[in-house]
Nanobody, 127 residues
Framework: EVQLVESGGGLVQPGGSLRLSCAAS????????MGWFRQAPGKEREGIAD???????TYASSVKGRFTISQDSATNTLYLQMDRLKPEDTAMYYC?????????????????????WGQGTQVTVTS
């Protein structure tokens, strides 16, 4: 079974940057969609960015212009570059994969489209 392992979370001051990584044990299909989600305490999980095998990306309005999703096919690794971080970005961040085809079209990924999830990595933005 495909495994997804996130890393890169941590504590950062407002205005700072972090880069999250998500290592996939394998990519099982040529057409795929991968996404980043986050969930803050007491809130629903939010889809924030996705990328598919064609390189198309979409972003939720809450992160557009500050976060960048990318993917390295050589290492099967998904990234999320997070810049100009705000306290409201504090959450557990999850990567997810959908091997059934391209992303749905956004903005941002839909939780119901994804069947494979990582365990999450915590991001805390505080002064």
């Amino acid at each position: 079974e495909v495994q997804l392992v996130e890393s890169g979370g941590g504590l950062v001051q407002p205005g700072g940057s972090l880069r999250l990584s998500c290592a996939a044990s394998e990519y099982t299909t040529e057409a795929w969609c991968m996404g980043w989600f986050r969930q803050a305490p007491g809130k629903e999980r939010e889809g924030i960015a996705d990328i598919d095998s064609d390189g198309s990306t979409t972003y939720a309005s809450s992160v557009k212009g500050r976060f960048t999703i990318s993917q390295d096919s050589a290492t099967n690794t998904l990234y999320l570059q997070m810049d100009r971080l705000k306290p409201e970005d504090t959450a557990m961040y999850y990567c997810a994969a959908d091997w059934s085809g391209y992303c749905a079209g956004g903005p941002g990924p839909r939780q119901s489209d994804f069947g494979y999830w990582g365990q999450g990595t915590q991001v805390t933005v505080t002064s």
